[in-house]
């Protein structure tokens, strides 16, 4: 079994398509299949469900695929720090990011590590925390700037960026919009606008409401802050979001309403890395930067 099998195998997994792994690879399509079929001629068994229209993992592509990017992700550490001993960072740096994650500028972030080590190829995903964590997990990610990430999910480092209160957003012809404060047990029977389950403003509010004793229905699920805060304003529900959501401009106009009581929910943003021993070269000079840029007190949350 060689490493290149491997990163063939994986392509296709992650592309469920081996004409765009191909493309992705930059090797031909018959070369790519030649390297599947060589791998599961010697692991003796399919690793793929293979159809005219789609390519999915079997019970065994499932179990290796876990391994595989382990052994991927530690071959490149090898090389990294090979290369960090001689001074020369060069190889990728994968980046997870949620949606609007306080306490860091991202964009600036990385052009300061692009123009230090510009033999580092960057790649940036967007996905949701539960996700993210995942991806740092199986080694295809070397950090990811989630939210709400407790010690008891994640027992690599988690470096805090910022906390914030979440509060209730709604329309002015909503019956929260004339009160400062909301008790939790106003908030039952009504519907809310939230993400997708494994986004983090939505970790953190069902975790809330769970500590709360509330039940809640959430009636619209949405991917990106401006369908949430349009779909507010069209009055179509409430939403529990991170403070720093009604200071947005899409959110002008809405009516931002705090939670009463002692069971404040809060919203953190956290910085996902493996344990020290596994940190990539890459990893551990974007968090030295990151670490800087924080001093000078220019990452603070917008």
């Known amino acids: ?69 382990r052994t991927l992700a530690g071959a490149r550490a090898a090389r990294d720090a090979v290369d960090a001993v001689r001074g020369l960072l060069r190889g990728t740096l994968s980046v997870g990011v949620e949606q ?83 008790a939790w047990r106003e908030l039952s029977g009504e519907s809310f606008i939230d993400f997708h389950p494994d986004w983090g403003p939505r970790r953190a509010a069902d975790g809330a409401f769970g500590r709360a004793g509330v039940r809640r229905t959430v009636g619209l699920e949405v991917n990106d802050v401006h369908s949430l805060l349009e779909l507010v304003h069209e009055g179509l529900g409430i939403a529990l979001v991170p403070h720093h959501f009604s200071r947005k401009p899409e959110a002008r106009g809405l009516v ?16 996902v890395l493996p344990s020290a021993q596994y940190m990539s070269p890459g990893a551990r000079e974007l968090m030295t930067l990151l670490r800087s840029d924080s001093a000078s007190g220019d990452a603070a949350a917008p």
């Open 1 to 69: 079994m060689e490493l290149r099998q491997l990163e063939h195998f994986v392509a296709v997994a992650e592309e469920q398509h081996f004409t765009r792994a191909a493309e992705r690879l930059a090797v031909s399509q018959s070369g790519l299949s030649a390297s599947v079929r060589a791998l599961e001629h010697e692991l003796r068994t399919p690793l793929f469900s293979r159809t005219t229209r789609s390519v999915r993992l079997t019970e065994a592509g499932h179990a290796l695929l876990v391994e595989a990017e």
């Open 100 to 182: 609007c994650v306080p306490g860091v500028r991202l964009p600036r972030l990385l052009a300061a590590f692009h123009r230090k080590h510009p033999l580092m190829e960057i790649r940036l995903r967007q996905e949701g925390t539960t996700s993210l964590v995942d991806g740092v997990a199986g080694g295809r990610l070397d950090a990811a700037f989630a939210a709400t990430v407790g010690a008891d999910e994640w027992r690599g480092d988690l470096i805090p960026l910022a906390r914030e209160p979440m509060v209730v957003l709604c329309a002015p012809g909503h019956r929260f919009a004339a009160a400062e404060r909301v």
């Open 256 to 271: 931002t309403v705090d939670l009463e009581g002692p069971q404040q929910p809060c919203y953190e943003s956290v910085v």
